[in-house]
């Protein structure tokens, strides 16, 4: 093991040579960051986003969540690492998920950067709409909508 640290810490000690990182020492340890200075950042961040596909992650994880009947994902989420994005919801969800196992998934694939969703079970959701929830209305009409999974069908009553 300690042979792969040494290995890793060159290489970070050549990005911070480059000027692609700089580092900060705090109680003995040395921390390395992102210059944001760099000249090439810009190229870095492209490339890394052409890589970065957080819709094909999501999509996987929804696929093992028999309890939801309804999942829509704003396609503003592609971006939230660089930009929050101005959708009342990242993602809306009708049915049972388990909430804390969710959020950890979040966390993993958007590097604890917040995203904004709600989750309400199908009766609240059939409540809602026959007194017609303007929030409702709003989120599931929002434009930029993916919607990932659909068993109630809904998208087809919006058109």
Known sequence: MEEQINSVKRELDNLESLGVLKSKTE????????????????????????????????????????????????ESLKHKLIDEGKAILDIFMIGEIDREAFSNFLQSIFFDKKIKFAIISTEDFFNRLSY???LIHNILREKGNIFIKDTLKVKEKLD
């Open 132 to 134: 017609g929830d303007k």
């Open 27 to 74: 109680l003995r340890k040395k921390i390395f960051f992102i210059n944001t200075r760099f000249y090439l950042l810009d190229e870095f961040r492209d490339i890394f986003l052409k890589s970065y596909d957080p819709l094909g992650e999501i999509r996987k994880f929804f696929k093992t969540q028999s309890l939801l009947e309804v999942v829509i994902v704003n």
